[in-house]
């Protein structure tokens, strides 16, 4: 499964859009980019999925270039309530060969008032 | 309400004792998933079950077994090899042909 780097954390302020890159240099043809929300003792939660170019729901978009080493969770006006780790994952979400989820660090949000 | 359930929500456990975390889910899902979590880290794969009566060993599975018999329920043994079992626990579920992953509340488990 291809690795994930994302920063350990990042600040910002409500009301500001928070752009958290992860890079992912050795993704497959068949990998699908998936970003998940942690508050602290809860599960993670599923935000948003994409493969290619950009994809927007209604919290969130994921922006992927055309060589998809890397991908961009944008949130915009963030708020308080937004503060929590935001985990980058990458692999075969349609049953491949692998089934696995594998998590990395995550990017601790921290948005301040 | 379709969901993932883990019980107990918090488990105290004496030393070199084995201790039984269980995981539920009604949606009908094949992959089922646990995960270990300590302070201030991210998630770690214990182990995994694509499907009744086969599961494989994720990045930590010394210390710990599974059991898959039903689809609906993947419980975790935390056996007394584990030499570090103090954490927070996390089970999910997944349809392989879905996008998403449903997580249960997790399981704080404390061996004192």
């Known amino acids: 499964l291809a690795k994930t780097t994302q920063p350990i954390s990042m600040d910002s302020y409500e009301g500001q859009e928070v752009n958290i890159t992860c890079s992912h240099n050795n993704i497959a043809t068949n990998d699908y980019i998936t970003w998940y929300q942690q508050f602290p003792s809860q599960g993670p939660r599923f935000i948003i999925q994409g493969y290619k170019t950009k994809v927007t729901n209604e919290v969130a978009s994921l922006f992927i270039p055309a060589d998809r080493k890397s991908s961009t969770l944008s949130l915009p006006r963030v708020s308080l309530s937004d503060t929590a780790v935001y985990y980058c994952?990458?692999?075969?979400?349609?049953?491949?060969?692998?089934?696995?989820?594998?998590f990395g660090t995550g990017t601790l949000l921290a948005v301040q008032p | 309400d379709g969901g993932i359930t883990q019980s107990p929500k918090y488990l105290f456990r004496k030393e070199g004792q084995n201790v039984t975390l269980s995981c539920e889910q009604n949606?009908?899902?094949?992959?089922m998933y646990w995960y270990r979590q300590d302070p201030g880290q991210g998630l770690r794969l214990i182990y995994y079950s694509q499907i009744v009566n086969d599961f494989q060993k994720g990045d930590i599975a010394e210390g710990y077994s599974v059991s898959r018999e039903k689809k609906e329920s993947f419980p975790l043994t935390v056996t007394s090899a584990q030499k570090n079992p103090t954490a927070f626990y996390l089970c999910?579920?997944?349809?392989?042909?879905?996008?998403?992953?449903?997580f249960g509340q997790g399981t704080r488990l404390t061996v004192v």
């Open positions: 999910a579920s997944r349809n392989p042909l879905n996008t998403e992953a449903f």
């Open positions: 949606l009908n899902h094949d992959a």
């Open positions: 994952l990458v692999g075969d979400s349609y049953g491949g060969a692998t089934n696995k989820l594998i």
